[in-house]
Structures are given as structure tokens and as C-alpha cells.
């Protein structure tokens, strides 16, 4: 009998080989990456560096026209900020779907979510992706593991070229940058090991460089049941410091029962051919630029006309240091005087049609990025009402809604993977304190494997015990309301009450024109009108 070890799955040459194409990976990512660069200084107000040796202006202003763009656009998103409604598809899930709806905000928020929220919609502003991953982290807790949402940094994010699906990648690694004395203390394995060093992974400018790179590799494998599933390997150079197609708890059944790589994208504006997108800067940097090119120009106009000089000539003999200094009363020249030996140089001001044009570029970025006045809470042609000003953002901000419904739909896949790691990891019952009903400020509510569990619902013919694994929907809503939605709903309000639509006598009509009604509450007014028959 051979006494020979058996190799892992998963050693030197996999990871050799699983690095070339990592490097591949970004070989073709280098175009987005430096995009993604010029992206930022744009976003710094530093876009006059992108123009390097070609700008010939020696006044280069930096006008906030694209950040206005891009703040009014958070805002908008932060306004309507995601929150998740678990509903059930068969009558006896309904319990644990209610659980779920409250449970389900509390675990995004012990991940500090709605922070990593507002950081991704920046990213999502700037560049047109963000990126968000939902992993188990076993050390949350005081060990008991716990999801852990949080954003990604889109430069450490490598997938296939090609596919526009992230799921269809072959691989997808997510760079992790360590410093090395905490990486040694934590995997023994690697002193004295040679590993990639983080010099390209480190911002511009940035001297932190002394760190390690770990690659957490995700790849999908046919298991042999013909199943596919997802495996996890943790690399630092072509040392293997983890892989769960080397342990036996996972070698068949994948480190994620739901089969899918981590990481959800939220994309604005989309590129075919790729995963990810282009943002507001890509769209509005052109205008901004020709913007502060015309900028320059009427400045340098100004100052060279605010400060007069003179042409001199050279037999003029003009006392330079008395001609300078402005507080001397007299100036002593050599020889006469006349227009031909010393002249004001006369600057001509530039032609009222470039201001226009100025004002033109900045109008042709507010309609392009759909960031009108309105939009920022100023009117015009005196719209002073607070309904009316109200209803020209409700009409302005189709482009913000459209950009939210899109966020919110990646939120509805974020929650899912959440579920699917409750159900996989939740071993214990667990408590949360969540919101109260009533007079109630909170109350707890009990979370375990079970409610996501299958579950036995009977027996086949042959007796064989039948399961069904509850299968819940997910609709995203916005938790915050702006005060202009907020006092819409009270102006909606105060005219219902001002119709009679609340006296008793007119209960029956009042309840009619409410089923031909939509708004938020409308159910809650109808079963109240309803019970006091």
C-alpha cells in the first residue's frame, strides 16, 4: 500500500496559475483604472492636472459646476434612503417574512450600511459603478460570525474580460492590502516569504506602500454531483494561507451555499461589453473644462486690464524706479515727451458674446446632468409656493428617481445574499431589539436557521418525506422621505379634510374615491374610514 500524501486540490501551481490570470485581468482593467484615476481629480477639483504641458493658461480656475452636479445627486439618493420589505409567497411563510422584514434592516445596520450606502453612491457618481460585497465574517460577534456588508474599492475588483454579467465571470478576485507584520502574526506561514508588494494598488500620491497584497480568489466548479457551486481560496503570492476545496466541510458542498460570487454591482449609466458603467463625470467633464477655459481667459483679460503698462522707448530715458514706485510725485525723464517714446498699452475687453457662452456651457451641463435650479431649491419667474415649488422637482428629478430605482434594485440583491447567509451560518438562535408597535419604542424579535430552513410538508406516495424551502420576495421602498414629500402629503391631507371627505355622511362616496386613489397611506385612511361604520 502506498504511503504517499495525497496533494490538495489547491496548492503552489493552482495558485500560480490563478495569479497569471489575475494579471491578465488587469491587463485589460488598466483603461478603466486610469479612468478611474483622472475620475478623482476631477471630483478634487484638480481636472487642470489631466491637461498637463497642453494648458497654455496661466489662470486656471477651478469652478464647482460638476461637484454641484454630483452633491445634489447624493442628496437625492440619501433622500430616499432603501429599506427592505420581506414578503412571502405561501400563506404559512407569513410569520417568518414579518420576522425577516424586521430583522432584515437591523443586520444591515450593525454593518454600518447606510454609511457605506452614502460612500458607494459617491463612487457610483464619479466613476458610474459601485460595489458592494456581502461576505460571513467569522470574527463579528465575539466570534459568533455575522453578514458583513460593506464597499468595495471597484481599482482591487478583477473579473473576466469580456462579460457583461459579474456572475459569468471564470474568476473574480477581490485585492486585500495587509501590513506586514500583521499579516506574518496572523498567518506563521508567511516570514521570510516573498509577496507582491502594494505599490500598484496604492493611490496616486500616497507613500503607504509598505504592505502586503493577500487576493481573496472566488471561482465556480462543478461539483461531483454535476452541481455547480462556489469555492473560496485566500492567496498571498503562491502561498495558499486558505481554500475550501481543501476542506472536506466544503469540498462538495462550495464555501456559499448560494453559488453566486459575493459582490453585487449598482451601475449608472452602462457600457456594453462590461459589468460596469460611466458616471456624471464622464458625461459633464467636457463642458466643465471649456467652462473654466473661458473662465481663464475673461479673468486674464481682467487682470491684465485692471493693472496699466506702458510701451518705452529705449532712448526715453524714464527714471524706472521713480516711475515705479507710485508714492513719488515726480518722475524725471531724459529729453522730451511725446506719444512716440512712451505710450499706454490699451487692453480692449473681451466682447460680452463669451460671457454668454460661459452661461451657455454652465445651462448645457445643468440640462445634460438633469440638475436644474429647481432641483437645488431655487425658482424662477416667481414660483414661491411651497406646492408648486414641490411639483416642479416632482417633474424635474424623473433622472434622480430613475438612478434611485436602479440602487434599489441592487439593494433587493444585496438583501438576498444577506438571507442566503442567514439561512447557511444563523446555527443559534439569535436576539434583536427592533422597532415597537404602538406606544412600544422597541421590542425583540428571535432569528434562527429554522426560519429559513426547508421545512417537511409532507409525505409522497412512497413515503418519502417531502420539503420545501421557503421562498421569500423583496421589495426596496425609501425609508426617508424629503420635507417637500413630507409636506406634499400634509397639503394632500388638509385638502381631503377641506372636501368633507371625513364626515360620517359622506363616508360611502369618500371611500369610493379612495379606491381610485394612490398614495402613501391610502390603505391605512380607507381601513380606518371602513371600521367606523
Known sequence: MSNERKSPPIG??????????????????????????????????????????????????????????????????????????????????????????????????????????????????????????VFWNQERENGLGDVDVRPLDLRKLFWEPGVEDLQQSRDLFIVELARREEAEARWPQLKGKAVPDAAHFVRRGSEDTDKLVLVDWYYKKTNDAGRAVLHYAKLAGEEVLFASENEEAYAQRGYYDHGKYPVVLDVLFPEKGSPVGFGYVAVCKDPQMYVDKLSAAMLE??????????????????????????????????????????????????????????????????????????????????????????????????????????????????????????????????????????????????????VLAERAVGRAADGTALYRRPVFDLKVSAQKKNPFSRMEQNERARALFSMGFFRPERRAEALLALEMMDFEGAERVREKMGAEQ
Not at 469652478?63 to 439618493?77: G, I, Q
Not at 531724459?334 to 454652465?362: A, C, F, H, N
Not at 411651497?386 to 428629478?397: K, M, N, R, V
Open 12 to 133: 503552489a501551481a493552482e495558485a500560480r496559475e490563478a495569479l497569471g490570470r489575475l494579471s491578465r485581468y488587469q491587463a485589460a482593467k488598466a483603461p478603466l483604472e486610469r479612468r478611474l484615476e483622472e475620475d478623482e481629480l476631477w471630483w478634487e477639483l484638480r481636472h487642470w492636472e489631466t491637461e498637463g504641458a497642453r494648458g497654455a493658461e496661466t489662470v486656471r480656475p477651478s469652478s464647482a459646476w460638476l461637484f454641484n452636479v454630483l452633491t445634489n445627486k447624493h442628496a437625492d439618493a440619501m433622500d430616499s434612503f432603501p429599506e427592505p420589505l420581506v414578503l412571502p409567497r405561501e400563506e404559512s411563510d407569513r410569520e417568518s417574512a414579518e420576522v425577516l422584514s424586521q430583522v432584515l434592516p437591523v443586520v444591515l445596520e450593525m454593518s454600518e450600511f447606510e454609511q457605506g450606502y452614502s460612500d458607494n453612491w459617491w463612487e457610483k457618481l464619479k466613476h458610474g459603478t459601485a460595489a458592494y460585497g
Open 301 to 450: 483679460n481682467a487682470l491684465v486690464g485692471a493693472k496699466k503698462r506702458f510701451f518705452v522707448s529705449g532712448s526715453t530715458g524714464v527714471n524706472e524706479e521713480e516711475f515705479l514706485d507710485t508714492s513719488r510725485p515726480l518722475v524725471h525723464v531724459e529729453g522730451s515727451l511725446d506719444e512716440t517714446r512712451i505710450r499706454e498699452i490699451v487692453t480692449r475687453p473681451l466682447d460680452g458674446v463669451y460671457l454668454s457662452l460661459v452661461q451657455s456651457k454652465i445651462s448645457e451641463m445643468k440640462d445634460t446632468a438633469s440638475n436644474r435650479d429647481v432641483n437645488a431649491g431655487s425658482t424662477s419667474h416667481g414660483v414661491t409656493a411651497a406646492a408648486a415649488i414641490a411639483a416642479l422637482q416632482e417633474a424635474g428629478s424623473k433622472s434622480s428617481r430613475d438612478m434611485i430605482a436602479a440602487s434599489y434594485r441592487a439593494h433587493g440583491r444585496i438583501c438576498r445574499l444577506v438571507l442566503e447567509l442567514m439561512s447557511q451560518f444563523y446555527d443559534e438562535s439569535r436576539s434583536f431589539r427592533v422597532a415597537g408597535r404602538g406606544a412600544e419604542q422597541f421590542r425583540f424579535a428571535r432569528l434562527s436557521r429554522e
